[in-house]
């Protein structure tokens, strides 16, 4: 295993659709590797989920770990229903210091398969639900800033065209290595920049 490094804004990866994980990789040594290097990048920078595209990845992948549910799924299909809310705040790993409140759906899904092949299904609300939905949004090269409507969409491009990023990667990078050589890290969550929660 290794820590990978995170992909950030404008990195063209991140607005790539992916591809779908081919089924003579399930199983195999390589995508288990990728799979556990993709957790421990998350956990280094204490992140709720990361997707595939978000460490160079171009494939259907993403891994999550909030409160206590831990997977991974690849090729997953989104199902959402129920009430659109624009709550909590979301914050992303690879767009570093912004943190703004898309609508989502309150309920989602994910079906796909595991590692080996084997079918699983993830199933929350509220906050899993919303990680659920900002995951699966990178796989089809959505960044969450672009759910944003209204004000707030305004306001969003006009941080993202003014920022930056390289100054804010930087940055963000010299915080990430200070958490991964001190063995935990506080991460910039959804809501706040001092809870667990980017994706």
């Given amino acids: 295993m290794s820590v990978l490094s995170i992909r950030t804004v404008p990195d063209p990866v991140l607005r790539s659709q992916t591809s779908p994980v081919p089924a003579s990789r399930f199983g195999t040594a390589g995508l288990k590797r990728l799979i556990d290097s993709m957790h421990e990048t998350m956990d280094a920078v204490s992140g709720v989920g990361l997707a595939g595209p978000q460490v160079?990845?171009?494939?259907?992948?993403?891994v999550f770990h909030l409160d206590d549910?831990?997977?991974h799924v690849l090729n997953p299909v989104l199902e959402t229903w129920g009430e659109i809310t624009d709550?909590?705040?979301?914050g992303c790993l690879?767009?570093?210091e912004l943190y703004y409140t898309?609508?989502?759906a309150?309920?989602?899904?994910?079906?796909?398969?595991?590692v080996d092949g084997n079918t699983v299904d993830y199933e929350g609300e509220g906050l899993f639900a919303r990680m659920l939905q900002h995951e699966a949004d990178h796989l089809d090269g959505y960044l969450f800033v672009d759910r944003l409507i209204g004000d707030e969409f305004r306001q969003a491009r006009r941080a993202m065209a003014s920022k930056d990023f390289t100054e804010a990667t930087t940055r963000v990078?010299?915080?990430?290595?200070a958490e991964i050589s001190s063995t935990f890290g506080t991460g910039a969550a959804f809501g706040s920049p001092t809870t667990r929660g980017r994706s």
């Fill in 69 to 71: 549910r831990r997977g």
């Fill in 87 to 90: 709550e909590p705040r979301e």
């Fill in 173 to 177: 990078n010299a915080e990430r290595s």
């Fill in 106 to 114: 309150q309920y989602a899904k994910v079906s796909g398969v595991d």
């Fill in 56 to 62: 160079g990845i171009g494939q259907a992948i993403f």
């Fill in 102 to 104: 898309p609508p989502r």
């Fill in 94 to 96: 690879s767009v570093p």
